[in-house]
């Protein structure tokens, strides 16, 4: 009898071929397209090829269509010599405000579910996410990562605290904003606009420590009041004034209240734990970053950076956007133990099949599986 044959790289390339082949011009949206670097990575080989670029959207697409690309970024910079091998003759002329959300930052409840590490001193493994090995205590821990729609909806969350800070006290409007899926575990906010492709990495810092609502003294906010302080600024001001001013009338249930200091800080505590943004600010800070293009697929998830609207977002309707591959359930084997939740499906120990896209995820992302085809 003939092998069955099985799911491979190679025939994963296959699969993203079949994406770029369907792509169109209209499917690319990056603005000044010639001005930016590209990078790519492949499917057959090691490392990144860097210092690329395109004179018009056509040619980026005929290299999409031809190479079918494992991961494709771009630069958030703008550059007079995109294709300069060196930094320095790149000659950069701005470059985009970027924010990145990915929940590898943020607690979420369903990492028990799905995320792994791996003890490398001691080969210890488990499910979760710990910082030191629990056996031998080493901190050389290998991990790998999985999302699903719990992760999803707190990275989504994110992006309305972040949009909202972008609107209301940056004064930016939502059609300057461009979110993206970040192909894995979060969201990229793009921000072309003028004014912000100029900000040095010192005016990047400032606005990161904003967003995370750093640096703000509690004692401009508060004015003395019958032995304690009570707020300056009320729930109708602006900025962080009005975040925290909402979040004691609430917590106090008080129309004015008056509390001590200590009582004060406490409540901007919780203010901030509850409207800081958890940005990764590495990529923010950074005027050179290379980003993953919108619309190109992941390769360790075969998911479509797909953009989203706001809109899109609050109507939840995320998988169906971000899934390219077919539902249709295909047997598997396993040589070990799978998550037990990823994307919209929760696995159970005993699943001899799942939906392809499932199954493609769980293989390019190195879980132990067989995909029958
Ligand atoms: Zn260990
Ligand atoms: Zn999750």
Not at 333 to 341: D, F
């Amino acid at each position: 009898m003939m092998e069955k044959a099985q799911l491979t790289l190679s025939s994963a390339k296959g699969l993203f071929q079949s994406y770029y082949k369907q792509l169109t011009v209209g499917d690319i949206v990056v603005s000044s397209l010639s001005k930016r670097e590209f990078a790519f990575s492949y499917f057959d080989e090691g490392g990144m090829h860097r210092h690329i670029s395109f004179e018009e959207t056509g040619k980026l697409l005929n290299h999409l269509r031809a190479s079918s690309p494992k991961h494709v970024y771009y630069s958030t910079a703008y550059y007079l010599y995109p294709s300069a091998k060196d930094m320095d003759a790149k000659g950069w002329e701005g470059a985009d405000l970027v924010f990145d959300i990915d929940v590898d930052h943020i607690e979420t409840d369903c990492k028990s579910a799905h995320d792994q590490w791996r003890c490398k001193t001691c080969n210890t493994s488990g499910w979760g996410n710990v910082k030191a090995c629990p056996h031998c205590g080493g901190e050389a821990i290998e991990k790998r990562t999985w999302v699903c729609e719990t992760c999803i909806n707190v990275a989504r969350d994110e992006v309305f605290k972040l949009v909202e800070m972008l609107e209301m006290d940056f004064g930016l409007s939502l059609h300057e904003l461009f979110i993206t899926f970040s192909g894995h575990r979060g969201f990229h906010i793009h921000v072309e606009s003028p004014a912000v492709r100029v900000l040095n990495q010192d005016a990047r810092r400032e606005l990161i420590d904003y967003v995370k609502g750093l640096g703000i003294d509690i004692r401009v906010m508060l004015v003395k009041n019958k032995g304690g302080f009570k707020l300056r600024y009320g729930a109708n001001s602006s900025g962080w004034y009005a975040r925290i001013s909402r979040w004691a009338l609430f917590m106090l249930g008080a129309e004015d209240p008056v509390l001590n200091l200590r009582d004060w800080e406490k409540i901007f505590i919780g203010s901030m734990k509850k409207e800081a943004v958890a940005i990764d600010e590495n990529v923010t800070i950074d005027t050179k970053r290379l980003i993953r293009l919108p619309n190109s697929l992941h390769g360790k998830t075969g998911l479509k950076a797909a953009p989203f609207t706001v809109n899109e977002l609050e109507k939840g309707e995320f998988i169906e956007k971000v899934k390219v591959f077919s539902k249709e359930e295909i047997k598997i084997s396993t040589g070990g133990e799978l998550p037990k939740k990823v994307l919209d499906l929760e696995i159970s120990s005993t699943s001899r099949t799942l939906p392809f896209y499932v199954a493609l995820y769980l293989m390019l992302n190195g879980a132990p599986i067989k995909i029958n085809v």
